[in-house]
């Protein structure tokens, strides 16, 4: 009986733990009014097609997905095509109870630096090609204690003679200690190396105390804060650096809050500024099919690490989002962007784009 038994458990397990394969196609046709656009040299109508391809893979330890997408712009004025690329992977797998491994990365070759996802790269009307990857171990010493190990590394360029092939290397080492369900407290190392290109060409080293606390049911406030050591060629400088994040999700609300202060590399124009920065991100479910949408931020920087300010600017979005079906889903945007810079650097810019955007995925 106890043989028949571990033979049923032993034949359960595999269906258990069977992984879900879904691949999935997308297409999406977009009509855009942008009044500065990167190709046209002023207002104009763009009419836009987007495919897609993904797979996602799925049980209860893994996930991973994969997906690409490709963006044909017909700019009315200009009478020209132009094709921008989108690729993301992500990877997140539970070893053992105590160790979790993630990865991820994303690549964008696109002609208008406005539609990366990347806040506070320099919008310029030129092509532009923006990549990161991310790789990390998260490990449970104990009920209390936790040891995670990351590396994240970002390129950025801007196709203009001049600008710097930005390329930013960073690895970090925190500790995590749980005072309470609510309460955690830390320590983070982090070490970054700024090149252009190959070339290596400053570097910097932080020590940071962080604090993660839930006030309130499905909401939660981050906080980290230290000295930074900036060492290049000029010498050494220490500044100090902040982030603080709140979030907040629950009946149908959806609230991102993060503001700090920090040396930032793969900037675009400069292989390494110095950012004071803030973001906020929102989305209200309306009814079952209905949602909107909402996001902001605002910034400033200067080269490192404490030149003069370079550059500033902020943007704007909102959007309403319809779903249609199960598989069509119908948005409808708007979006100001807004830079100026100094006169030796002319970020100068002002944009308004209004977008209407239907989507279908397989499901």
């Known amino acids: 009986m106890r043989w028949a038994a571990l033979a049923a458990l032993a034949l359960a397990s595999p269906a258990l733990a069977a992984t879900r394969h879904q691949p999935w ?17 002023g207002a104009e109508l763009m009419s836009k097609i987007s495919p897609e391809l993904g797979y996602l893979a799925r049980d209860e330890r893994l996930k991973l997905e994969l997906s ?9 004025s200009a009478g020209n095509f132009t094709l921008d690329h989108r690729a993301r992977a992500e990877y997140h797998q539970l070893l053992s109870r105590r160790l979790t491994l993630k990865a991820g990365g994303f690549f964008y070759r696109v002609e208008d630096t406005a539609t990366l996802p990347r806040f506070g790269v320099a919008n310029l009307h030129v092509p532009a090609l923006w990549g990161r990857a991310e790789l990390s171990a998260r490990y449970r010493l104990s009920h209390r204690l936790t040891l995670e190990a990351g ?20 690895g970090q080492l925190r500790l995590s200690w749980d005072q309470t369900p609510r309460v955690q407290w830390g320590l983070l190392y982090r070490a970054q190396l700024f090149a ?3 070339i290596p060409d400053s570097q910097g ?3 940071a105390a962080t604090g993660r606390f839930v006030p309130w049911r499905h909401s939660f406030v981050a906080l980290e804060a230290g000295p930074l050591l900036y060492a290049a060629r000029g010498g050494a400088f220490v500044t100090p650096r902040w982030r603080a994040e709140l979030g907040y999700e629950a009946r149908g609300a959806e609230l991102g809050l993060v503001a700090g202060r920090d040396l930032v590399g793969a900037a675009g124009y400069a292989i390494v500024v110095w950012a004071d920065f803030l973001q906020a991100a929102g989305a209200l479910r309306l009814s079952r099919s209905l ?11 200067g080269l490192a690490p404490d030149q003069a300010l370079t550059a500033q600017g902020y943007a704007l979005s909102a959007g309403l ?4 079906s199960r598989t069509l889903t119908a948005h409808l945007g708007y979006d100001r ?13 002002s944009r308004n784009i209004v977008s209407a955007r239907i989507f279908w995925r397989t499901p």
Request: aromatic residues 10%; without cysteine; glycine residues 14%.
């Open 25 to 41: 196609l997308g297409l999406a046709l977009e009509e855009r009014f942008d009044s500065a656009a990167a190709v046209g040299g």
């Open 68 to 76: 690409y997408d490709a963006d044909l712009i017909h700019h009315l």
């Open 151 to 170: 590396y994240a590394g970002e390129v950025t360029r801007l196709f203009l003679e001049g600008l710097p092939y930005g390329v930013t290397h960073t």
């Open 196 to 198: 252009a290109g190959l």
């Open 205 to 207: 080293q932080s020590l």
């Open 291 to 301: 949602q909107l949408l909402a996001a902001g931020g605002a910034f400033r920087n």
């Open 321 to 324: 989002e319809w779903r249609l």
């Open 337 to 349: 962007i807004a830079q100026v810079g100094t006169d030796a650097l002319d970020f100068g810019l």
